[in-house]
Each structure stands twice: as structure tokens, then as C-alpha cells.
């Protein structure tokens, strides 16, 4: 057998990191485009992250340039497996005791839309993308991310293909709906060994019986938020919504709470707030019933539209006539709100794989390009908790300070020297995937800030970003 060919090695501690996928690429081409390709996505933000910045090329004059041709080819039309790589990235992530699953963390499901332009790319359509908060032309992913409040990252991604893609349209058998590939994304997560106290999905998903289903039928507990006025079968004399239910429960104060019980959530920053929750009876829902409905407020009185959640879940009831025949552990009022409250970090998973790694900005139209680059995206971005738990690394006291104290008012800034290694070595001090400050330049882009890192504007706008003094 004839060996094979040692690879430019990546900068830095990516290097060891895209090592261990070096068994899934069968040429040398496909291992370095693995490795040009997770570097260009963890260096520091400037323009879109198409295929020419990945590259370090021009936009539109340097599509033809030879490093941009491979990364195109490999991301295209070279042999590999997307579904092989996420694979071994959840096994890295199972291995590693610090990012490693346990039976206390959710599996959160999600959905997210992009804006694309045409309509020869695979998944496009006019449909509702939530990141714009409108309907507009793009294309929709359903996701799936493990998270127990410490660490998160996501597990698949499946791209939804609108019903015009089909030739039966809705009534297709290829046809599937996003709750339907929500919950087999869920059940692929549990397959691959990770385990969960529950799956938690917003009010989106809480309309589909199939949902619903296909979550009972992979033997998965649910927390899911219900819409306050969506109403349900009940006698006249009952109540018919969520909120009405939650209007029906008792409250004085919160001396005389009622049929209330206070909750202490704890936030990551260290701060508590105390919410109050209860276990209310609307149609089937109830505390004895299979599926209860709990409500979980700051203010029992008012019910604020965005401080109240109603949620439906299928753990039992502590008192339930089923816990003990139930085959999942009950779960009292603290710990439905716990599980809940785990939902946004999908959001925050959101505006790091978008706004600093590029989730939207491929500019490929087949359906295996645009999986693959999803794929890669989620390696960055797992590769990124690889480095935050890494022992310590030394500080590159060689490199150049990217937020220099003094900054010339006029002329162009100085242009940093060529760098030796480009990404994160270890801890930081700082509650940051990775601290610029620390390692070398240019270096991952922080991941766990409170912002999207601003784009650079085009050469027809900058004059509108100029600083006035």
C-alpha cells in the first residue's frame, strides 16, 4: 500500500483537531481543503464567509484563482461524507469529559431561516425566515443542539425543502414537515448517544400531532410551549385556552400564593430571579393526566405576554397515579421551568455560527454542498470547546495587540505581520470561547459575546462608517 502524502499542516491547535478526521478523507487534496476550509471559517470576520474569503481572494476578480477553485471543488464535488464527519465530531465531543452528555442536559429544537436570492438552489423558497422576522425568498433549517446550560453545541441540521419541490406537492410521500424532520433529528441525537432529560421546542412545534407521535414512538419526554389563546376542546363551563386555565388558578400574593409555588431560576451571569409556577387543567391536560399543562410566570396576577410560558410536557407528575409506570422519572415544578429555561441557547448557538462562522454565507446551489458546509461550520464551532477546555497554552507575547489603546486618527492603520498561528490556545480568563487579547493574530473570532461582529462595509459605503470626533 503506498502511504500517504503528509498534509500542510493547519495553524496552531487546529492541527491535532482536524487530525482526527484525517481517516474520513481518502486523498491529500480533501485533507487540506478540511483544513483551508475551518481556517478560513474560524479567522476573524472581515466580509461574508463565501468560498473567495475563505481563501483570502478577492470577492468577484479572484473566483479563478487556484486556492479558490479547490475549496470550491472540494466543498462540491469531492468524495467525502458530510454525515461521517458530524459523526466523528459527536464522538470527540462524547469523549471529552468537560463537552461529554449526561441524562440532566435538553436537546433543544429549532428552526432557522436565511435570506438567498434565485430559484435553482436546492431548499429555496418564499417562506417564513425568523431571523428577518418576515416571509421573503430562502431557505429554512431545522437544527437540533444539546445543552445543559454549561456547554452547548449542535447535534444535525436537516434543511427543509418547501412543498413546490415536489411534484404531489404537500400530499408527497418524499414530503416532510418541520416537525416531522424536528423529531427525527431528536431521535437521531438520542441514537448517537445523546442522552437527555427532555426534547424542548418553542410553540411551533406544538401544533403537530405527527410531532407529538414520533416523539412518544423514540420513547422521548417533551417540554414544549404552548400558545396562550389556542383554544381546545372542553364543556362550556371550563376553560378553553392556556390562559384561561392559568386565569382559573388561585392567587392572593405572594404570602397567599394559592395555587402557585415559587421557583428560583439561576442565570449564568449568577443572578436568580423567582418566578412562580403551577399545574393547571385545561381539556386532557392536568397534573394526573399523561400530558400536563404547567404555566410559569413572574407575575400570577397579570400574566405578562413575554414572562409567562405555557408548557406541555409528558413527565409525570410527582403525585401522578402513573409515575411509577411511567417510563420517564417525574418532574416537579422547578424542574419543568429548569428545562425550559435551557431553550434559548440555541439562540445564542445562532448568532455565533451565523454571525462568526458563516452558517448563510455559502454561495453553492446542490443540496450535498450546502449539508457539507453546514457539517464544517459545526466542526469550527466544536473545535472551539476543544480549545476552551485545552489545558493552558503559553501567550504568543510576539503577537501584535488587536485593540491597541492609541489609534491614528488619519491614514491607514498599520497592516499586522504575517501570522504564525492563527487560533486559540487554551483558557481564557474571560467568559469567552476564545479572547483575542491572549492569542496569537488573527485568532478565532470571540464566539460568546453579546454581539454580532460588525461587517466591513463595502468600498461604496465606507465613507458612511467614518468615526466623527
Not at 393 to 406: F, M
Amino acid at each position: 500500500m503506498t502511504a500517504r502524502r503528509p498534509c500542510p499542516p493547519a495553524p496552531g491547535p487546529l492541527e491535532e483537531y482536524a487530525a482526527r478526521f484525517d481517516d474520513l478523507f481518502f486523498s491529500l487534496a480533501q485533507r487540506r481543503g478540511f483544513r483551508e476550509y475551518l481556517t478560513g471559517l474560524l479567522a476573524p470576520r472581515e466580509r461574508n464567509k463565501t468560498i473567495t474569503c475563505l481563501a483570502g481572494a478577492e470577492p468577484v476578480a479572484g473566483a479563478g484563482m487556484p486556492g479558490v477553485q479547490r475549496l470550491q471543488f472540494f466543498l462540491s464535488e469531492s468524495p467525502w461524507e458530510a454525515e461521517l464527519v458530524n459523526h466523528r465530531r459527536l464522538e470527540l465531543l462524547r469523549e471529552q469529559s468537560a463537552t461529554a452528555p449526561h441524562d440532566g442536559g435538553v436537546i433543544v429544537i429549532d428552526d432557522s431561516g436565511d435570506r438567498k436570492d434565485g430559484t435553482a438552489t436546492a431548499h429555496v423558497g418564499r417562506q417564513w425566515l425568523g431571523r428577518l422576522g418576515k416571509t421573503d425568498n430562502g431557505i429554512v433549517t431545522v437544527t437540533t443542539v444539546w445543552t445543559d446550560g454549561r456547554v452547548y453545541y449542535p447535534l444535525h441540521a436537516t434543511p427543509y425543502t418547501p412543498a413546490h419541490h415536489f411534484a404531489r406537492g404537500r400530499s408527497d410521500p418524499s414530503f416532510r414537515t418541520k416537525p416531522q424532520l424536528a423529531a427525527a433529528l431528536a431521535a437521531r441525537g438520542k441514537e448517537a448517544g445523546f442522552g437527555c432529560r427532555a426534547v424542548v421546542a418553542d410553540c411551533a412545534y406544538s401544533v403537530s400531532d405527527d410531532w407529538y407521535l414520533a416523539l412518544r414512538e423514540a420513547d422521548l419526554a417533551y417540554v414544549v410551549a404552548l400558545k396562550p389563546h389556542r383554544g381546545t376542546w372542553a364543556r362550556a363551563d371550563q376553560p378553553h385556552t392556556p390562559i384561561e386555565a392559568a386565569h382559573a388558578l388561585a392567587w392572593k400574593d405572594a404570602r397567599r400564593p394559592g395555587d402557585w409555588t415559587p421557583v428560583k431560576r439561576h442565570f449564568r451571569d449568577g443572578h436568580t430571579e423567582t418566578w412562580w409556577a403551577a399545574d393547571a387543567r385545561l381539556g386532557g391536560y392536568g397534573p394526573d393526566s399523561s400530558c400536563r399543562l404547567v404555566v410559569a410566570t413572574t407575575d400570577p396576577a397579570g400574566l405578562p405576554e413575554k414572562a409567562t410560558w405555557y408548557l406541555a410536557t409528558n413527565l409525570p407528575h410527582p403525585d401522578a397515579p402513573h409515575a411509577t409506570t411511567s417510563p420517564h422519572s417525574p418532574a416537579d415544578l422547578a424542574e419543568i421551568v429548569r428545562l425550559y429555561g435551557l431553550r434559548p441557547w440555541i439562540e445564542q448557538s445562532y448568532k455565533q455560527i451565523k454571525d462568526e462562522l458563516g452558517w448563510a454565507d455559502f454561495q453553492v446551489r446542490s443540496d450535498r454542498a450546502i449539508r457539507r458546509h453546514q457539517t464544517l461550520v459545526n466542526c469550527a464551532f466544536s473545535f472551539c470547546w476543544d480549545q476552551w477546555f485545552a489545558p493552558p497554552g503559553p501567550i504568543d507575547a510576539t503577537a501584535p495587540d488587536p485593540c491597541p489603546h492609541e489609534e491614528p486618527e488619519r491614514g491607514p492603520s498599520p497592516t499586522p505581520p504575517a501570522p504564525t498561528a492563527l487560533l486559540a490556545q487554551g483558557l481564557t480568563g474571560h467568559p469567552l470561547l476564545a479572547h483575542p487579547r491572549r492569542h496569537p493574530h488573527p485568532m478565532v473570532a470571540s464566539l460568546d459575546g453579546h454581539g454580532p461582529t460588525p461587517r466591513a462595509p463595502g468600498p461604496d459605503r465606507r465613507g458612511h462608517q467614518r468615526t466623527r470626533h
